[in-house]
């Protein structure tokens, strides 16, 4: 049997988590996926709770717990080894995308449906240094973001 790529899809909880879940469930039969998520979001329908990991809460309002997950996400990242790390914000996506760059994986990130005049302020800082962009609003599209279609 051949060996699935592995994947760690990361987010904050709220909006984030729910539209990653929905981006990743169907990708589920493909790759092996190890869900990162703030708050132990994981639900008790989540069969495989090894592919679950939480991690602390950070955004840049609590700097101290951002260098804490740094850690955590650097640990996650290593043990796991993945190919591909996805995002749909916020901060603890945003650490793992910037982390990534220094690893052999690539990174995917999707803007949050919910910006749809300007990307989110985590999209902004990682804009550059993210393998592929995906914004859900065509107008946000530039050299470097990508539409390609409602993914939601």
């Known amino acids: 049997m051949k060996k699935r790529l592995k994947i760690i899809a990361i987010s904050s909880p709220g909006g984030h988590w729910i539209e990653l879940q929905k981006i990743c469930k169907p990708l589920e039969e493909i ?8 708050n132990n979001q994981f639900t008790k329908s989540d069969d495989d ?22 850690f955590q996400l650097i640990k996650i990242i290593l ?15 945003a650490i793992a995308v910037l982390l990534a760059k220094w690893l052999p994986c690539k990174t995917i990130w999707i803007d949050s449906i919910a910006n749809t005049k300007e990307l989110s302020l985590s999209g902004k800082l990682v804009k550059n240094h993210v393998t ?4 859900q609003w065509e107008n ?13």
């Open 49 to 70: 709770s090894s592919n679950n990991i939480s991690i602390i809460d950070a955004s840049a309002k609590t700097k101290l717990k951002l260098i804490i997950l740094s």
């Open 79 to 93: 043990f796991n080894r993945p190919k591909y790390i996805i995002s749909t914000g916020a901060a603890p996506g």
């Open 132 to 135: 592929i962009f995906l914004t």
């Open 31 to 38: 790759f092996n996926i190890v869900y990162v998520n703030p």
């Open 140 to 152: 946000l599209v530039d050299e470097k973001i990508m539409f390609k279609g409602a993914l939601l």
